[in-house]
């Protein structure tokens, strides 16, 4: 059964985000690691660029192929895990801990709304067919 | 059979390491019978299969007039027959060809549905398979094959594999093949990693092995593949020969290489291949190498730009990746020298 934090908001492409106050943590989640298969690099953003919402963060490669990363929420960088540039596997063993992937300052945080809840991407993971 | 069963890597290094088992019934096979089976296969492949002995196989391709690549295939001698054993996509097409091109005194049959494959590879495959079989695996040479049975399934079994390891391909009736499945996985302390076709495609990459519809498709010929050595120009007429003598003597335009890429990215099927600025060729297969901790590809370049050493430039989502042409394989297994 994939895993599904309860204190997580999620997308429709896979990512998690996790919020205290206006900071938000960003990452991939269990369902997307296993699609993925082995990640062996990930094209990290600038700490300092601005996203908007689903706008793209950056790529994961696994051996199977590229995926780009969208932001769940708009906002600001501000920190990229460092660890994952040189083992990117840390996101399989690891996503929603070890493996987070960005660290950004949200600059609407009532774009939340519209992300699923941990009930809500579970039903919507179990509709892909897989879980 | 799935992309992985597990992960890539881990199957990937099982094979290398220990011993992988695949799933192959997906592959086509073709019976070849009568007094015109061998006139048959000499005029259609471009190996020369008079110089099969019996229970010896080899690699071979089916050309085109053109002299472009319809399939790589491996055709075995057996005793009364020739089996060829086609990729699964082009089995179809390969008897097709084959029934068109010989009509003389040879039977034709697509057995791909009755028989299953299994392919064991990796340097334990001899002491995960011995237990089990009833011939000597030591006298069972490369590219030799033999019929044993292993839980009582008679098996077609022959040294021959797609991953760079030493280990076997194994036919039995498709009805066996669950059951030839479960008896190499029987002895839980010396079994194989069930592995995917995510680790076939790593595995072949890094022995640089031809993938159809990659390295080799009907608008390539053999010469600039690299693969030269399956084309035995001695042999009396076959299919594309005179355009495969004519592109000796006039010599390749362009040339299959070898590259690392110098990035941790992966240079991906269709990807451009830019030298100086410009593009002048693509990439062909692409991934990362769990063997070498690197990302290497093949691809073609113009052959004056094909030299090992040679820095092209491959862009990958939107920036110029370099990368360095090497010699190939990327991967040769460690060899033992026998006494």
């Known amino acids: 059964m994939t895993e599904i934090p309860e ?10 985000v996790r919020v205290s106050g206006a900071e938000g943590t960003v990452g991939i989640t269990d369902y997307a690691q296993a699609q993925l298969g082995d990640i062996v690099y990930v094209e990290l953003p600038q700490v300092g660029n601005s996203v908007e919402q689903f706008g ?17 929420v708009s906002g600001t960088v501000t920190g990229v895990n460092e660890i994952i540039r040189d083992h990117p596997e840390v996101i399989n063993k690891s996503p929603y801990d070890e493996g987070w992937i960005i660290r950004m300052k949200l600059s609407d945080p009532s774009e939340l709304d519209v992300l699923m809840s941990p009930s809500d991407y579970k039903a919507f993971v179990q509709s892909l067919g897989e879980s | 059979m799935p992309v992985q069963y597990t992960s890539i890597l881990e199957e990937h290094r099982a094979v290398r390491q220990a011993a992988g088992l695949f799933d192959i019934c997906h592959m086509g096979q073709i019976r070849l019978s009568g007094a015109g089976a061998l006139e048959c296969i000499q005029h259609v492949t471009t190996n020369d299969a008079s110089q099969l002995q019996v229970e010896q196989a080899h690699y071979s391709l089916l050309c085109n007039e053109k002299g472009g690549v319809v399939d790589d295939l491996l055709v075995y001698r057996l005793h009364d ?36 494959m299994l392919a064991l590879q ?60 479960h008896e190499l996985m029987r002895d839980e302390r010396l079994k194989p990693q069930p592995c995917g076709l995510g680790a076939r495609d790593t595995l072949r990459l890094e022995a640089k092995m031809a993938l159809y519809g990659h390295e080799i498709d009907e608008s390539i010929n ?7 050595w399956v084309v035995k120009f001695d042999k009396p007429d076959f299919i594309g020969k005179d355009a495969l003598l004519a592109i000796r003597n006039s010599g390749v335009q362009r040339t299959l290489v070898g ?8 240079a991906r099927t269709g990807f451009p291949i830019l030298v100086d600025g410009k593009e002048v060729g ?10 070498l901790n690197k990302n290497i590809a093949l691809g073609f370049v113009p052959t004056e730009h094909s030299q090992p050493g040679t820095i092209v430039e491959v862009p990958i989502r939107g920036h110029l990746v370099q990368a360095r042409i090497v010699p190939t394989p990327f991967y040769l297994r460690p060899r033992v020298r026998k006494r």
């Open chain 2, 222 to 228: 053999p010469l600039e593949a690299g693969l030269g």
């Open chain 2, 122 to 181: 990796g340097p334990r495959s001899s002491d995960i398979l011995q237990p089990k079989i009833d011939i000597d695996l030591s006298t069972l040479a490369y590219y030799r094959c033999g019929h044993g049975h292993i839980a009582g399934i008679s098996t077609l079994i022959s040294r021959t594999g797609y991953t760079g390891e030493d280990g076997f391909e194994l036919i039995c009736k498709r009805d066996n093949v669950v059951a030839l499945w």
């Open chain 1, 56 to 72: 793209t963060l950056g790529v994961i490669e696994s051996v199977k192929a590229a995926s780009d990363l969208f932001a769940p």
């Open chain 2, 282 to 291: 693509i990439i062909t297969s692409g991934s990362y190498s769990p063997t």
């Open chain 2, 259 to 266: 590259m690392e890429l110098m990035d941790r990215a992966i």
């Open chain 1, 7 to 16: 204190d997580l908001k999620y997308t429709k492409e896979h990512e998690w």
């Open chain 2, 81 to 116: 027959t020739y089996l060829i054993i086609a990729n699964a996509s082009t089995a179809e097409k390969d008897f097709n060809w084959i029934a068109r091109h010989c009509t003389q005194h040879v039977t034709l049959e697509n057995v791909s549905e009755q028989y299953g």
